[in-house]
Every structure is written in structure tokens, then in C-alpha cells.
């Protein structure tokens, strides 16, 4: 399993943006999995997770009806997250990840991208 995220970069408060993830190694279809984020001098923490086929989705709170998790399995097992509406507290490091158990805030991932830093502005 090989998590590469893209699209990060610098948004105004209120903006949005598109993260991906691409399994290099195209092995994660059966894999449950997830976005993690660790701002600067704070600890990692869930941000969003998929199950394998798609169909279920859990958010932390403090993202909930502003971001959104998505995946496209025909392509290259591809997961998304898109960001609306974001905040200044939404700046950090975003962390793909893997794992063949469903993924939450109590279960840390048996497998990680290198993250991708997205920035908010005011």
C-alpha cells in the first residue's frame, strides 16, 4: 500500500479545496479508509472516514456539513475530501490512511500517506 495525497495549498477563510489520494501500489479497494489532520503543536486526529465500498461515511464534529468524503475505486482507488467553507482552526497536515477495519477516532490506521499541508488564510 503506497497513500500519496495531493491538492493542498494556501485558501482564504471560507474557500474550499479538493484533496486526493491515490493508492501508488493499487492495493487499497478492500480497505477502509480515511483522512487524518495534525495541526501545528497539537496531536493528529480523525477528520473524515469511508468503508471499502463507499457507502458509509463518519465525520468528526467539528467538520460535519462542510467537508466531505468521497471515493472512485475504478480509478485507481482514488479517495477524496472536499473542503468548503473552511476556517482558520483547519490548517494543518492532512494525513491519508488505510486500514481493513473500518477507520474512526479511536482506531489508528494500519497504513499512511505522507500528508499534504493545507493552509487558511483570513
Known amino acids: 500500500v503506497q497513500l500519496v495525497e495531493s491538492g493542498g495549498g494556501l485558501v482564504q477563510a471560507g474557500g474550499s479545496l479538493r484533496l486526493a489520494c491515490a493508492d501508488s501500489g493499487r492495493t487499497v479497494r478492500r480497505y477502509a479508509m480515511a483522512w487524518y489532520r495534525q495541526a501545528l503543536a497539537k496531536e493528529r486526529e480523525f477528520v473524515a472516514g469511508i468503508s471499502w465500498t463507499g457507502t458509509s461515511t463518519t465525520y468528526a464534529d467539528s467538520v460535519k456539513g462542510r467537508f466531505t468524503i468521497s471515493r472512485d475505486n475504478a480509478a485507481d482507488n482514488t479517495i477524496y475530501l472536499q473542503m468548503n467553507s473552511l476556517k482558520l482552526e483547519d490548517t494543518a497536515v492532512y494525513y491519508c490512511?488505510?486500514?481493513?477495519?473500518?477507520?474512526?477516532?479511536?482506531?489508528?490506521?494500519?497504513?499512511w500517506g505522507q500528508g499534504t499541508q493545507v493552509t487558511v488564510s483570513s
Open positions: 490512511a488505510a486500514d481493513v477495519l473500518p477507520l474512526g477516532p479511536k482506531r489508528s490506521p494500519s497504513y
